[in-house]
């Protein structure tokens, strides 16, 4: 039988706290100094050379996608939505990091030396496109550092005396110490060791929490006690499906190609191991995210009330109630892994977002200095953790977060990927339909305009072809163009009878496809008579090193340099 929860929480102690979080930074500043350079590279510091080997980048992706917030978020989507919450939330995030790869040997075939996604639309655009897709990423990186600190002040105000503002301090000045002194190489090392506590720490407190509240019979306890209702037993929950899933398979797909922290990894991974890599990072976000989710289930099952009314305690409250010290320590280790490894990729990306598309494309890639980039990387670092800090004190709700950037970024998704195989596409173009679905998105994600009468028919006809765009889209990367547009016509079709009255209802999800579709209407109706007929090779020579400096990556690759693959003439 589970002990009875008597509001008491296992915590560690001040000391306790302090000497875990000493051995945890200690350790990734002692990797970070060990790996810094005299003399350190511009382009090492945003891109680690290229160069980087197939065990440190699939480590890295993954330490990267399993972030703090993908564990309390999970966690909350098992509680709200009851089993098939974490499904919804882990497996549909582990295939958008699936869909990734085929779009991203693309990208790096035409951008084989770019640092942002950003520098590469300057090339291929302009600079309204590059300053747009740049805006955007600083956005989302400072958003997800802020909900990677409210994560990280939670738990230690959970598990010690120390307050939640005493906690996000420690956080931010812990990550930030040891990314300050050699940025995205620093980042992907120690991913590595993070990536291996966190798995590491996941088959040792999923099992240990599953057993100790009483295994099996504890669901049909829960279900006898009326602590869940059917919808929350099924595993084909429409609710879950339309609350959690399918805003979440338009918020990670516009996350997985339009995230900096994910392309920078993408720029710096060696390109021939871009398949296993992704592959790789498939796998293991799938099984962890999945697996921490159910502590959710489980304090649903359990009629469990989190702390304070707030849903971001679930998962240290699961822990600190029902795991002895030990293991509790252990939970603690492997929630500041997730979140330190995410934490010092946003401020990778932040820092190369500034050095290459703000000084670097303003005074020229040949005119730019490389001491001088240092100098800004460094400085965004501590500006940006001084920002999220301060947003971290509103102590939003993360899951929220999380959906409100996806679909934000579901904006530019299309004009993004049309950008990279489509020669028609113009800076307009471009433009243009990312600001017209970030008007139309606003008034429908956040309900500014009620969703009745012809408004509330107009919205859902642009949400029923959205369906169509984000289908499209992924079969795209696979299968190519002509069965895009057969999987995307008959997803509208197949959507189209029972869409007019029924999508209305979920402001989220309508929202997200309003976006994709109206970036999609207008970059495709603006583009297809244009008479532009760009030349791919203009971006490979707009972007590249700035550093010339040519010396390896101390994370560079597993094995030998493939030999260069011929050139492939079939831009679209």
């Known amino acids: 039988m589970p002990p009875a929860p008597t509001g008491e929480i296992s915590q560690l102690g001040t000391i306790g706290v302090i000497v875990l979080l000493l051995l945890f930074y200690g350790g990734t500043m002692w990797m970070s100094v060990a790996i810094s350079r005299k003399k350190e590279n511009a382009d090492d510091y945003m891109t680690a050379g290229n160069r980087i080997g197939f065990g440190v980048s699939a480590a890295s992706m993954t330490a990267t996608w399993i972030w703090a917030s993908s564990m309390y ?49 300057y090339a291929r655009h302009g600079r309204s496109s590059q300053l747009m897709l740049a805006g955007s990423n600083v956005l989302g990186s400072v958003i997800s550092l802020t909900s990677n600190f409210i994560a990280g002040g939670a738990l230690i105000a959970m598990l010690s005396p120390m307050s939640f503002g005493n906690g996000i301090v420690i956080i931010a000045g812990g990550v930030l110490l040891y990314t300050l002194w050699s940025g995205f190489r620093a980042s992907v090392l120690t991913d590595f060791a993070q990536v291996m506590a966190m798995l590491g720490a996941a088959v040792v407190i999923i099992p240990a929490v599953f057993f100790v509240v009483g295994g099996p019979p504890m669901f049909a306890e829960g279900v006898a006690a009326g602590h869940v209702t059917p919808a929350q037993e099924s595993f084909f929950s429409s609710e879950a499906f339309m609350n959690q899933g399918a805003p979440y ?47 959710g289930v489980m304090a649903l099952y359990l009629g469990i009330e989190p702390m304070n009314g707030d849903v971001n305690n679930l998962m240290p409250q699961m822990v600190g109630t029902y795991l002895p010290v030990g293991l509790v320590a252990l939970a603690f280790i492997m929630i500041i892994g997730s979140l330190s490894s995410t934490a010092d990729s946003d401020l990778s990306a932040l820092s190369s977002i500034v050095m290459t598309d703000i000084y670097g494309q303003s005074v020229g890639r040949k005119k730019a200095d490389p001491k001088k980039m240092l100098l800004i990387g460094r400085l965004t670092m501590v500006v940006a ?31 993004v990927i049309a950008s990279f195989y489509w020669k028609k596409v113009t800076n307009k173009a471009f433009t243009v339909s990312v600001i017209a679905a970030l008007v139309v998105f606003l008034p429908v994600r956040f309900a500014l305009i009620p969703l009745v009468g012809p408004w509330a028919l107009f919205v859902e006809l642009l949400a029923i072809i959205g369906v169509g765009v984000v289908l499209g889209i992924m079969s795209f990367g696979f299968f190519g163009l002509r069965p895009a547009v057969i999987v995307g016509a008959i997803a509208t079709v197949v959507v189209l009878p029972f869409g007019f009255g029924y999508l209305r209802d979920y402001e989220t999800l309508s929202g997200s496809l309003v976006a994709y579709s109206v970036s999609f209407l207008v970059c495709y109706l603006m583009s297809v008579r244009s008479e532009q007929d760009f030349d791919f090779a203009v971006i490979r020579k707009v972007t590249g090193d700035f550093d010339e400096e040519d010396e390896p990556s101390e994370v560079a690759s597993d094995g030998p340099e493939p030999a260069p693959e011929a050139a492939d003439s079939t831009d679209r």
Request: with cysteine; proline share 4%.
């Open 73 to 121: 978020a999970s966690v909350t989507a098992g509680y709200t939505y009851g089993v098939s919450g974490p499904i919804h939330y882990g497996l549909w995030g582990a295939l958008m990091i699936l869909f990734i790869y085929p779009f991203g040997k693309r990208i790096r075939k035409v951008a084989p030396k770019a640092h942002t996604l950003a520098e590469v639309m």
């Open 249 to 295: 398979i338009a918020a990670v797909l516009a996350y997985a190609i339009g995230n900096q922290t994910i392309a920078q990894r993408l720029f710096a991974v060696r390109e021939d191991l871009i398949k296993p890599t992704f592959i790789t990072a498939t796998i293991g976000y799938g099984a962890t995210v999945i697996g921490i989710g159910m502590l």
């Open 385 to 415: 953790t001084a920002a999220a800090l301060y947003f971290a004190t509103a102590k939003f709700n993360i899951l929220d977060l999380l959906v409100f950037v996806g679909a934000l970024w579901g904006c530019l998704v299309f004009p």
